[in-house]
């Protein structure tokens, strides 16, 4: 039962957040979601009813019949799925609201990140406040906090200034710096060489499945390789430490 209601509660806040990250970038055309990719009528409102939205749209549009929508109800569903899994491994806590609204702005960067290659500092400003508030309640072990600041944002901002942006964007950068806040040193460390190996396999696979060469955005394999070392990354350096 209550599974069912956090997966609820999930779904409806994950529209919530598209919708909002939309109103966030609506100066640029290409992220509306309140209009057609394809044609730029003005969508169906209904389809913006958490996944019931879906049921009655089919996820078309009803002026071109394209599916354009497709996106919002993977992000609905994985929002809930994701807030079900924080709440096996959390419980009701404040860790669990914490790492919740980190969570839903994840799935909001890599919603925005694929579209428009950039990381809107609306995201980077909710996580750091949500930083600052876990630093406060965990206020014994803050230089982990502010040291995992700097462990990865630093070394990303150098590389960034030699190489000229080329690499890797200044987006990149902040939600390294914020997340590191919120995730402490280790944590941060880890999630960005998840995010290499995830990104280096997944693009390369999107890459041979199209036959063409895509634009990296990194923001999403960050923000996955994040929520993987939040969820199981204390494990995972534990096994790694054991092998040393
Ligand atoms: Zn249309």
Redesign the pocket.
């Known amino acids: 039962m209550v599974y069912s209601v956090v997966l609820l509660v999930g779904v409806i806040l994950g529209t919530l957040m598209q919708l909002s990250a939309s109103v966030c970038c609506r100066d640029r055309e290409h992220i509306n979601v309140f209009r ?1 990719e ?2 730029n ?1 003005k969508l169906d409102a209904r389809g913006f009813i958490p996944v019931i939205g879906y049921g009655i749209t089919k996820g078309r ?1 009803s ?2 019949n ?1 599916n ?1 929508i497709s996106f919002s109800i993977v992000d609905e569903v994985l929002s809930g799925i994701c807030l079900v899994i924080l709440y096996i491994q959390f419980g009701m806590s404040v860790e669990f609201i914490i790492y919740s609204l980190f969570t839903l702005v994840l799935i909001a960067i890599t919603y925005v990140d694929f579209k428009i290659y950039e990381i809107p500092i609306i995201f980077n400003i909710i996580i750091c406040i949500l930083g600052i508030f876990n630093g406060i309640i965990n206020l014994s072990d803050w230089k982990e906090y502010v040291i995992g600041f700097f462990a990865m944002s630093l070394p990303i901002y150098l590389l960034i200034q030699i190489t000229g942006g080329r690499a890797m964007g200044g987006g990149d950068a902040k939600l390294l710096a914020t997340a590191g806040l919120l995730l402490g040193w280790k944590l941060i460390i880890l999630s960005f060489f998840l995010a290499c190996i995830l990104g280096a396999i997944i693009h390369s696979i999107r890459i041979k499945l199209s036959n063409e060469s895509h634009e990296l955005a990194f923001g999403p394999y960050l923000a996955l390789g994040m929520f993987i070392a939040l969820m199981w990354g204390d494990g995972m350096i534990g096994w790694y430490l054991s092998l040393i």
């Open positions: 057609c394809n044609c009528e549009c002026t071109c394209k354009t």
